[in-house]
């Protein structure tokens, strides 16, 4: 994290005055502390942040502050930062793949809740891991639909290797309980009903009544103008459809948050390097930085063209191939980006809602990935 040393009204005041060669990610803390109230206040349960989705300090400072007391952590780099910065914190050890060392600087640092999706990992945890006060969460998969790509390739167990999982759980000692993930950028709220009807469906078949049940993340950020997140909506779907499908076995619910936190609580500024022969633009930024989940994630189209004094460019807009610094075919934005018919070289290109995965993934391939930090006090543009 690079240190940040004053505060800007904007990003077109900033870009006015330092012209920046290298992309800038903005950041402004009322933004996340909105949020982070937003999900605190209105979510039936306990809201966990994702730290992988940004890791920076000032962001996990600015999320406890606003009364986020829970961190879905995946790495014992992730433990230790979260227990320095807030250790009274509730941390959730949900990567379902570890090592016995990294369970034991989970276990020195205070972590009681694990998540599991195999027999193989299931016998790691009852080995390394007290049982007293532990919760252990199966974490199962469906069918993916209504997001953005699946997780479910990598993690989850089928609905009946699920319920094993879970009596196993129960016979050891440890709290059970039940996690999934519905995928990432969920826009209709219906994306989280198939799951907790189906937790319901594997608490019965393993006999096992569950302390809790944990939705996972999905929820999104504002990253395209006509679909805007639905956060209330989906709350309320998930309180009514619990209480339907688990009736008087009703668990508390856990969600974890990261794209949905700290997303809109950012925009990257990037600058032309050129318009080639007035058709593709190249940017300082791109696949290999701070735009590289663009590849698997719909790409930003809340996207600005400013001049080099802070101006935004106003008029006309075309499609156009947009490419990032490398030296590289595959450092493109994929389709085309709606910028400014005036865009010329020294321009800025500002994308909204890039406050997740973007730092975190952000490389130094080819020499380029220079990414600088200002905070703002608005993110309008």
Known sequence: MRAVTQIWKNPSDYLRVNQPENPVLFFAPSVLYAQARLFVTGFPGLVTYAVKSNPQEMVIENLWMAGVTGFDVASPVEIRKVHAIAPTAKMHYNNPVRTPSEIAVAVACGVVSYSVDSATELDK??????????????????????????FGAKFGATVEFAAQLLARVRDAGFIPSLTFHPGTQ???????????????????????????????GGFPSHREHEIVPQLEATFALIARVTDQAFGADRPALVCEPGRGLVGD????????????DGTHVFLNDG?????????WVASVDRVAVFDAMGQRRMGGTSPRVVFGPTCDSVDRIPGEVMLSDAISD??????????AYSWATNTEFNGFGALALA??????L
């Open 125 to 150: 945890l009852i080995a390394h891991v007290p049982a007293t006060d532990t919760e252990i969460t199966v974490r199962f998969k469906l069918p993916v639909a209504g997001a953005a790509y699946n």
């Open 186 to 216: 969920c826009t209709d709220p219906a994306a989280w009903q198939s799951y907790i009807e189906a937790a319901a469906q594997i608490a019965q078949k393993a006999g096992v009544r569950i302390a809790r049940l944990n939705v996972g």
């Open 265 to 276: 609580a950012f925009t990257l500024g990037t600058s032309v390097k050129a318009v080639r």
């Open 375 to 380: 905070q703002v006090l608005s993110l309008e």
């Open 346 to 355: 020294g321009d800025f290109v500002l994308f909204e809602s890039m406050g």
């Open 287 to 295: 696949l290999y930085g701070a735009l590289m989940e663009c590849h």
